[in-house]
């Protein structure tokens, strides 16, 4: 085994020569520079409020373990890109995963979740950063599954948006919020069509507000009595 001083990374032997685990904890912050930097990477587990960024997933192993001590932060990994991210790591435990496209220009990058990605363990929170996801039954089923009645929350960091319209359908997912750490994103409805006063684009179990909540609509599909102020359409609070 081998491992920084305060045992704050370690890399142990697991399976002989051939692979190995990460072990992040205390505190640990660490960056993976750009590309796959380490091969033979069986599994990563961060603990004790560690952080991990890495554009490469093939870093990391197929599964991430967050292990979460009480009421103590959550550790922390951030897989980043220059375009369209997609997560294709398990994840168990609970943890705060970022996915951050890396473009909030406009260009609307777009986050997704791999179709064999296994998430039915993992009861911490994904959050989008500077990309767009199309939340279609099969994002809200990664989400939801859960033999043991664990959930995965879904927030919206800065520059994100989340997009619920016609050609996804209505979705229903347990935990859902905005940033709390920084501004939110977007709940972007626009593309929804309510029918009636009882349809409901997105059904959420609990809700975390964050620093800004922001929710777009198509006003052409509502009637207002009252004067609505350029800018605002709804004002939000905890």
Known sequence: ASCLVGSEM???DRYGSDYYTVNLSEGSDVKYANGQILSGVSATTLSGASKLETDTQANLGSLVTFNRQDDEARSQL???GDGDLTLATNLTGDGLTILDAGQDDGTNAQISLDSGVDLSNYSGWIRLQDGTMM??????????TSENNIYTGLSLGSGSSLVVNDTTGAQTIENFG???ASTGG????????FTDSD?????????QWGYTNTIKLDLSDFTH???VQTGNIFALSS
Do not use: M, Q, Y
């Open 199 to 207: 349809t409901a684009a997105l059904k959420v179990n609990s809700i």
């Open 178 to 180: 905005w940033s709390t």
């Open 78 to 80: 951030t897989l980043t």
């Open 225 to 227: 009595d009252a004067e």
């Open 186 to 193: 977007v709940l972007d409805l626009t593309g929804f069509t």
């Open 135 to 144: 939340l279609d039954s099969a994002a809200a089923g990664k989400l939801n």
């Open 10 to 12: 370690c890399i142990r």
